[in-house]
Structures are given as C-alpha cells and as structure tokens.
C-alpha cells in the first residue's frame, strides 16, 4: 500500500531553504536599471529629440531599429521616466504613454488603451473605432500637454493594416491644446516598406539605430545585474563569462544573456546547489534553446508542421546516421495530408516551406549534387527530436499521425 505523502507544511519547507538571490526580478527584460551601460549615445540622441516636449512643443516622431537584446525597450522607457520626472519639477504636463503592440495588436485594442489611459471609459470591444478615437482625443485635449507614445513591436501593429498610424501621426491637426508624438520601435529594419507612403515620412521624422552589444560590454552589463541579483560569492568565476560568450554569438543579445543569468540560477537553486557554476550555464542554454524551439514550432502553420513530422519521421526510423532527401521527404509529407484529409501542396511550395524551417534553424538543407541525376537538399534536424515531435502532437489537426509510423508509415519500408 502506497502512502500518501502529506502536504503540509509544503512551501513552508522550501521557504525555509536560504535563497541564493536577492532580488531575482532585475534579471527580467521587464526591469529597467538607474543605470543603462553602454547606451549613452542612444539615450542622448533620443533625449535631444524629446526634449522640445519640455518647452511645450511637439517632439517629432522617431523610428527605433535594433536586434533582440540591444537596449531598445530599456532606454525608451529610461528617457521616458526621465522625461516624466523633470516636467513633474517644472511643473509640466507630459505624459509617456508604453505600448507592447505583441500585446495590442489591433487599431481597436490600441485606441481603447490609449483613452482609457487617460480614464475615459471604453469598453474593449463593440464602439465603432471612430468613437473609441474621439473619446482619445477629447480626453487629452482637455489641457495643454505633451503626450508621447511608446509603441514597442510597432510592426505586429502594422501586419493588421496602418490606418491607426495615419490616423494618430495626424492628430495634431485636430487638437488645440494638446501635442502628441510617437515613439516606434522595432527589430525589423524593414518594416516601413509595408506602409502607406505619407505614414511612413510622418512617422520617420527621425531614427535611431541601435547596434548589437559585444561580448565585452554584455559582460559589463551582466556584472551590474548580478550584484543585485545574487548574494555574494554564489557565482562561479566562469559564470558571467560564459554567459556573455553564448550571447554574443546570438548577434549580442543582452536579454539572452540575462536569461542566462537568471536559469542558471535557477537551476542550481532547484538542486539545493550554494553555488552557480559553468555547467549549470551550459543546461541553462539548453535549455532556453529547446523553450524558444518549442514556441516556434508551436505557432507554426498545419503545413509546415506536416513538412516537419514528415523529417522526424524519416530520420527516427532507423535513419539517424542519414540525410533526408526533399524527395523522401515529400513522399511522406503525401502520406500524411492523405491520412489527415489535407490538402497536398506541390512540390515546389513544400520545399519552399522546408526552406523557411531552414531559415528558423529548426531544419539544416544542404544543396548536393547527384551527377547525373540533378541536384538536391539534404535536411538534417537542427532541434532535438522528442520535444519536436511532442510540441507538434498536441495540434489537435496532427493528433490522428500519432500511430502513423506503426501502420502506414511502415508499409513504405516493408
């Protein structure tokens, strides 16, 4: 007879353990430093455009590219804070309005936000988007102010169509005593080829670029969040350093690192260890690596799902030392829309899917030659095989594949 284990005193016991943090949430993109290292060219140039909002005059609107990781969101929010804070001295009325447009992602949603941000009351949905728009303006043109909108992810916005941009970049002309800008942020540097002509000259009044950080300066950022993070002395020596490394290769991605920092922790924490040591680094970027792999695959089309199962399947049946070939592949690919009563797309269309999953770095396809029988790709996997193939069961459309390789998988073999 099996003995039920008691669950009291459950989280008093792991409560009791001494943490090796401090304060674990400066290690979340979320938090932004009193100090931004690093940065400063980027926060004076956004600075010296922001502040004609302290003389009472519309900043113009600026356009911020950068790869994941380059400080972008942080040093928005930080000029924002700082804005905020001196024309509270000055006794100034300037408002720095943060939108994660990942988040809000439709004109409607947007619109609502920004008013009831200035506690008009909106619903969420069921107003016709010209009334949620006036309901905004009036309720920032009731005094003189200066309002500026952060809109972070801007081009999430923009894939459901520009008409909120065009709408907000010429609100100025119907305000009287307000003065709004917009603030636009975004890893996609091309991004504006997809709007309205005079939207984008509006909107890019100004720009601000953002580089990658090196190895050297991630480094520098790292040491300043784990002396907040962590009590003393609990971070091996090679910690920090590797961090960065791995980082660094990710085109200098800062958040990456911090991610790094943090499950890392967390894993030696879990495992009651006092300190965090290289190889704790090392699971930590396996483990954020399978987690991104998992929500990629996860948000993929039913097709490219199909092209994928289509690869696990072949290299999982007694083909681990081979190459997929697009032929092999598309024959399987076949099976399965046939077995799940989807449509077969051509040939051409599929192995032009495979070669999105390339670009992803779910997939490798290598171009080889054949002699006389042509060129073809050969596609190894680039992403551990069971996760895959479990993220990829759970879309209910994939559910009936999963005997597959068992009945009709195996008469291709027989």
């Known amino acids: 007879m099996i003995k039920a284990q008691s669950l009291d005193g459950l989280f008093e016991k792991l409560l009791d353990g001494k943490s090796i943090f401090k304060n674990k949430e400066v290690l979340r993109p ?55 804070r001196v024309s509270e001295d000055k006794s100034l009325f300037c408002s720095v309005v943060y939108i994660n447009c990942e988040v809000i992602d439709t004109q409607y949603r947007l619109l609502a936000n920004l008013a009831r941000h200035f506690e008009e009351e909106v619903p ?36 459901k169509g520009d008409d909120v941009l065009y709408n907000l970049s010429r609100i100025n002309t119907d305000l009287r005593k307000a003065k709004v800008s917009m603030i636009g942020v975004s890893n996609d540097l091309k991004f504006t080829e ?22 050297e300066q991630i480094s520098d ?25 791995f980082a660094a290769q990710e085109h200098g991605d800062a ?15 879990r495992e009651n ?18 987690d991104r792999v998992v929500e990629v695959v996860r948000t993929l089309p039913t097709q490219s799902k199909l092209v994928l199962y289509s690869i696990i399947l072949l290299r999982s049946r007694g083909r681990e030392g081979k190459n997929v070939t ?26 032009d899917l495979m070669s999105e999953l390339d670009m992803l770095g779910i997939v490798n396809a290598v171009v080889v030659s054949k002699g006389r029988y042509g060129r073809t790709k050969e596609i190894s996997l680039s992403v551990p095989v069971e996760n895959t193939r479990k993220v990829l069961l759970e879309d209910y459309r994939l559910k009936p594949l999963v005997d597959f390789k068992t009945s009709v998988f195996s008469k291709m073999f027989s």
């Open 124 to 159: 969420m949905t069921g107003w016709p988007t010209d009334q949620v728009f006036m309901k905004f303006k009036e309720a920032i043109d009731s005094k003189e102010q200066v309002i500026i909108i952060i809109l972070d992810e801007i081009d999430k916005l923009i894939k």
């Open 194 to 215: 997809f709007l309205d002509p005079r939207v984008k000259s509006s909107l890019g009044e100004e720009e601000l670029i953002f580089p990658p950080y090196d190895a």
């Open 273 to 290: 260890q006092p300190q965090v040591l290289e190889e704790h680094v090392r699971r930590a970027q396996e483990k954020i690596e399978i």
């Open 30 to 84: 979320s938090y932004t430093p009193d100090l931004l290292l690093h940065r400063n060219e980027q926060i004076n140039g956004l600075a010296t455009i922001l502040v004609s909002a302290l003389r009472g005059e519309t900043p113009s609107n600026v356009l911020i590219y950068g790869k994941t990781g380059t400080g972008k969101t942080a040093v928005t929010r930080y000029v924002g804070k700082e804005l905020e």
């Open 255 to 269: 958040r990456r690192a911090l991610d790094l920092l943090r499950v890392s922790g967390e894993i030696a924490e």
């Open 326 to 351: 697009t032929g092999e592949m598309y024959n399987v690919y076949r099976q399965l829309c046939h077995h799940i009563d989807v449509d077969i797309l051509t040939q051409r269309r599929v192995t």
């Open 221 to 245: 950022i790292l040491k300043q969040r784990a002396k907040m993070a962590y009590t003393d002395g609990v971070l091996g020596e090679m910690v920090i350093p590797l961090c960065a490394a």
